[in-house]
Every structure is written in structure tokens, then in C-alpha cells.
């Protein structure tokens, strides 16, 4: 597909840019089904681990659509007002300011949720006329309801098996939206990941993602995730800038991943029993 300029907006921020398509591999039918679904005028939502590629999926998307991206990091904090908009003091007089859904749905971008389960079930519930039939934003400060410009999109994400129970998408919001599940990818697409990402060689990827691999297999509550892709990408980066692999897994996998002693300890000897402890150039 040929370059295109994009409009890219990420929490607020906005600007035109010539871009390059993200670099993002398929693994299975998601690609296919998320383009059926936007051209339906479908919301979709994400579900998979952290890392394992759901943001640059969604930032390949919108690329391949030709949309622009609005892509809000979902928190505690986050009310309906961040989400729709608010009256501001400017100088003298009180202003009307677009939170980033709102400017989304007036423009037609595709507007990205991460982690949505992370904001307040309240604040979410005003998706619901935007993602079924009606593809509506009411804005009750204003009085007025939004029809989505021709374009518009809707997308969230959000971990399930991370999440407590008592943080989930409602049954009312779910049913609203076409689901697409993730998981790792193999070992060969994700060795060509890290090498895209990082620059490092093959040989130096495939001892990353077996280690991986094996992390992932383990069975203990003292991990906060499995070792995903992102964090083998950082420990390539690590090894480009000249640290041996052992080193750079310490830093940018078994560090992230526990704060458990003992844990921590069994993930060291699985360093030192899968990587070698050379400094690959």
C-alpha cells in the first residue's frame, strides 16, 4: 500500500504526518475481520495480554483505512468529561473544549480505548448509543446529539485475564461490539518482530523469544505478566547498545516482571540456563 499522509492524534495531541504503515504481522484473521467490521460501521473490542501487539494492530488499521487515530490511555481518573469534553476559562469568558471522543466522532477518526476496563464503568456506559445502530454522542452540558461523521470508528482494548472481576467490561457493552482475541504469535513471526523492531540479528531473536516462550510456560502467581513481545524488544535494544544478553533480559524482562524474590531468582537461573553470556554485535 502506497504512504499517504495521516492525521495522527494521540491524547490531545495532533498532527499531520507522512507516515509509513506500522509495522504490524498478522497471525490470523484479524486484520480481515476488524476492516469487514469498520465498514460495517461495527464497534470493536480487543481482548489479549499486555505487549502482545493490540495498539500497533489498531495503528496499522487505521493506516490501511486511510483514518485518522485518537487514541485515549483509559485510568482510574478517567471521567465522562475527559472523554466528551468540558466548559474551560480562556481569558474572560467560558469556552466548550472537545475531549478527544468528541473530536473524533465530529472528524470521522477511529477512536482507540486502551484498557477501557481501567476507566469508571459510568464513564463507559456513554459509548453505548455510539457503538450500536444509533452511532451517536449525546453531550448533555451542550443539549445536542452527535452523529458520527462519515468515517468514524470505534475500538477498545483491555486485558482479561489481568483484570479482577471487579474490573470488566459490562455484559451491555460487550454486546454492543464484534470481539477479536489475540494471543503471542509463534515463534517465527515474533523472531522477525524483534529483529524489525530492535535490529538485531536472528540468532540473538530466536534465544530472546525462546526464552519467551519457556517464561510463559511457567505457572507461579508471583509473575504480574508473561514475558510479551514488548519487553523482548526492549532486552534486543538493550543487546544493540552492547550489553550481553544476560544482562539486558535482567534489565528489561525478569526485572519488569516480579518483584517476588524468589520468583525473581528462578526467572535468573532460566536467564542463565537459555542465553548465553557473549555480547552479540
Known amino acids: 500500500m502506497a504512504d499517504e499522509p495521516m492525521l495522527a492524534q494521540q491524547n490531545g495531541a495532533i498532527a499531520t504526518e507522512d507516515v509509513m504503515r506500522p509495522y504490524y504481522q498478522a497471525v490470523g484473521d484479524e486484520e480481515i475481520v476488524f476492516k469487514a467490521a469498520y465498514r460495517q460501521g461495527l464497534s470493536l473490542v480487543l481482548k489479549g495480554p499486555t505487549g502482545c501487539g493490540k495498539t ?20 482510574d481518573d478517567l471521567t465522562t468529561a475527559d472523554l ?9 469568558e467560558t469556552v466548550w473544549v472537545d475531549g478527544p471522543l468528541t473530536r473524533a466522532v465530529r472528524e470521522g477518526a477511529i477512536c482507540y480505548l486502551d484498557e477501557v476496563v481501567e476507566a469508571r464503568q459510568d464513564t463507559t456506559v456513554v459509548l453505548h448509543p455510539l457503538a450500536d445502530h444509533r452511532r451517536q454522542l449525546p453531550i448533555e452540558r451542550l443539549g445536542v446529539t452527535l452523529d458520527a461523521a462519515p468515517g468514524f470508528g470505534l ?4 486485558n482479561p485475564g489481568y483484570q479482577s472481576v471487579l474490573k470488566d467490561l459490562k455484559d451491555s457493552t460487550r454486546q454492543r461490539m ?8 509463534t515463534a517465527e513471526i515474533e523472531e522477525q518482530i524483534v529483529i524489525n523492531e530492535s535490529g538485531v540479528d536472528r540468532a540473538t531473536a530466536a534465544e530472546l523469544v525462546r526464552l519467551g516462550h519457556a517464561i510463559r510456560r511457567l505457572e507461579t502467581g508471583g509473575l504480574r505478566e508473561v514475558a510479551s513481545t514488548r519487553v523482548l524488544i526492549a ?11 544476560r544482562t539486558a533480559a535482567r534489565a528489561a524482562i525478569a526485572g519488569p516482571l ?5 520468583v525473581g531468582r528462578s526467572l535468573n537461573e532460566m ?3 537459555y542465553l548465553p553470556d557473549a555480547v552479540h554485535d
Do not use: K
Not at 487505521?62 to 485518522?68: E, F, I, T, Y
Not at 464484534?178 to 504469535?185: K, R, S, T
Not at 516480579?258 to 524468589?262: F, G, I, L, M, S
Open 56 to 75: 500497533r494492530f489498531v495503528e496499522a488499521m487505521a493506516h490501511d483505512l486511510g483514518r485518522p487515530l485518537v487514541t485515549v490511555a483509559c485510568h
Open 84 to 92: 466528551v469534553g468540558r466548559y474551560l476559562l480562556r481569558g474572560n
Open 155 to 158: 475500538v477498545v482494548s483491555y
Open 178 to 185: 464484534v470481539a477479536i482475541e489475540f494471543g503471542f504469535p
Open 235 to 245: 532486552a534486543a535494544r538493550l543487546v544493540c547498545e552492547g550489553l550481553t544478553m
Open 258 to 262: 516480579t518483584d517476588d524474590v524468589a
Open 271 to 273: 536467564l542463565d540456563v
